[in-house]
């Protein structure tokens, strides 16, 4: 149930995305892909840490804390794609001025 929760809340906190710049590594969907791999991973990180073992939170043990614990990694799965887009772009921009 965990794990469910943790999607979601990749998926809202990827929908502002639209008021971004579309410089993305990928696109849209590299920022999609970018907000559920970073909850997902940062969500297992942190409840890891408190329940002293890597697993995912069943029904019961899913509350609002749990929910939240998706928010760092989904801005941090968006952040990390949006720099490696824009590292990209100003390679080829380099690289096309040198030619």
């Known amino acids: 149930m965990g794990m469910l929760a943790w999607v979601i809340m990749g998926l ?4 502002f995305t639209i008021f971004l710049p579309d410089r993305f590594w990928g696109g849209i969907v ?3 892909v970018g907000s559920l791999v970073g ?5 297992l990180i942190i ?7 890597l697993r995912v939170p069943g029904e019961k043990a899913t509350d609002i804390g749990v929910v939240l614990y998706a928010i760092p990694g989904a801005l941090l799965g968006i952040a990390l794609v949006y720099f490696e887009g824009v590292r990209r772009e100003r390679a080829e921009r380099a690289h096309a001025e040198r030619l």
């Not at 909850?39 to 969500?43: D, E, N």
């Not at 409840?47 to 073992?53: D, G, L, M, Q």
């Open 12 to 15: 809202a906190i990827w929908h």
């Open 30 to 32: 590299g920022a999609f």
């Open 39 to 43: 909850a997902i991973v940062v969500g």
């Open 47 to 53: 409840y890891a840490v408190k329940v002293s073992e």
